[in-house]
């Protein structure tokens, strides 16, 4: 039985993109959003891949360190383990591969549509998140979302609402108004992207934009999305405050482009909070529901530990942060 395990950094794209391949997997684990992860938070970032027989398992990872102890988190977004096969008692492989790394503790973010829980383990929380199904085309999300969703879509072609795909047009817009819109949605500095981080994403030949514009062909509002064969997410938007009800029109834009390419759906995220109103707004496209994995994973128990007790923090505690021991404004 020939089993192999090796770390790959965002510095060797060829090797990270000849890991993936075979591998069903979200673009958030692909190296174009993961390098692009890395400029935004100026974390050391790798994808491991891990080789047993012809089943390969990957998952991405940035690097922390507190007070000398490392700890691995999900890059960005929802990505997790995703493997080629079945891999029995990999979940007891990947602990025991972490501590031999050095690792205390990793938060991994769990994508639901990738992966199976033997290779994770028991997650310690989940979310929901929405994903519209995309293989009916446009036609087919409209005809699946409520009375009011297709009223706003009406309405908006009533207004002599546009789209916007010109590639150049929609970049600088974004550029320039993403960083404006972000702070008067209320969303804090580690929320956002940086400017070199959205060049490296703008960057990737997986990557969509799509804008739309009023009558006289003022650019309001973009999103900005990024895909694999298996499906896309909905990353990023940005919008004047006058093009605040084109929200309806961008996400169908999205429906339209992702569905031309053939993929097959399309992930909304989730609420800000569980049963939010950004959550409620999310339903009433109908789309099907599922939850991701928060895992709280702890390799080095006594470190861990000792960790805590010298934050003045329980180990034990399942809610909040992870690492329990990175104390407000302590995380890199």
């Known amino acids: 039985m020939s089993c192999s395990d090796r770390l790959i950094g965002v510095d060797d794209p060829a090797a990270w993109r000849a890991a993936l391949e075979g591998v069903p997997h979200s673009f958030y684990a692909s190296w174009d959003c993961c390098h692009a992860a890395a400029l935004n938070t100026g974390l050391p970032t790798q994808l491991y891949v891990g080789e047993r027989d012809g089943v390969r398992v990957v998952c991405p ?19 997790g383990f995703a493997a080629n096969g ?13 501590k031999a790394q050095g690792v205390v503790c990793g938060y991994i973010a769990q994508h639901p549509n990738f992966g199976d829980g033997a290779l994770a383990g028991q997650a310690a929380g989940e ?5 519209l199904d995309l293989r009916q085309g446009l036609a087919g999300v409209l005809a ?3 009375t009011a969703r297709r009223k706003d ?31 008067r949605m209320g969303a804090g500095k580690a929320a956002q992207w940086c ?18 514009a009023d009558a006289q062909g003022q650019v309001l509002a973009v999103i900005l999305y990024g895909w694999t064969a298996w499906g896309a997410e909905g990353m990023l938007q940005a919008a004047l405050p006058e093009g605040r009800d084109h929200t309806v029109a961008l996400m169908l834009g999205g429906v ?3 569905s031309a390419r053939g993929i097959p759906w399309f ?35 006594a470190r861990y530990a000792a960790l805590c007790a010298e934050a003045g923090v329980a180990a034990d505690a399942t809610e909040g942060y992870f690492p329990a021991y990175y104390a407000t404004g302590s995380t890199p």
């Open 256 to 258: 339209r482009d992702l």
């Open 144 to 146: 699946q979302a409520e």
């Open 127 to 131: 979310e929901t998140l929405f994903f």
């Open 86 to 98: 079945t891999w029995p008692g990999f979940a007891e492989h990947w602990a025991a591969f972490a």
């Open 153 to 183: 879509w009406q309405r908006w072609q009533d207004r002599g609402g546009q789209f916007v795909t010109d590639r150049d047009t929609l970049a600088a817009f974004l550029l320039a108004q993403y960083s404006p819109f972000m702070r």
């Open 195 to 212: 400017d070199e981080a959205l060049q490296a994403l703008l960057q990737s030949p997986a990557v969509g934009l799509m804008g739309t």
């Open 267 to 301: 992930n909304l995220g989730g609420g800000v909070r569980s049963g939010d109103s950004v959550a409620a707004a999310k339903r009433r496209w109908r789309p099907r529901e599922a939850s991701f994995r928060r895992l709280k994973q702890t390799y080095d128990p």
């Open 61 to 79: 990872l940035s690097v922390r360190q507190h007070r000398g102890a490392i700890d691995w988190v999900t890059p960005t977004g929802f990505s």
